[in-house]
């Protein structure tokens, strides 16, 4: 779990960190106008927030639809279980987790 947690987080790390610093720099570094060095900055803040928009706006659409009251009839005793199976895994059989 540590290490998929680690991997995940390197990932994300370089999606957040490592990318925009790589394309700011090249922006910086090209000879562009105002008008476009900030045009391009726009367009590429756009795209790199485009999934969470998507995401929150799903999630937003189904909390107030329907299908928001039928998922979560399901998915909150799913849950539950997952959280009392987890918390006897961690009193009980603690070295199964690791």
Do not use: Q, W
Request: glycine share 6%; aromatic share 16%; proline share 4%.
């Amino acid at each position: 779990m540590i290490g998929l947690a680690f991997v995940v987080n390197s990932i994300e790390f370089l999606c957040s960190a490592a990318i925009p610093a790589v394309f700011t720099h090249m922006l910086a570094i090209s000879p562009l106008s105002t008008v476009r060095y900030y045009t391009l900055l726009v367009v590429y803040d756009f795209f790199f927030m485009l999934d969470d928009m998507v995401v929150f706006g799903t999630a937003a659409f189904a909390a107030r639809s329907a299908l928001g009251e039928k998922y979560a009839r399901y998915t909150k005793p799913a849950g539950g279980l997952v959280m009392i199976a987890l918390g006897i895994m961690m009193v009980f059989f603690p070295t199964a987790l690791r």
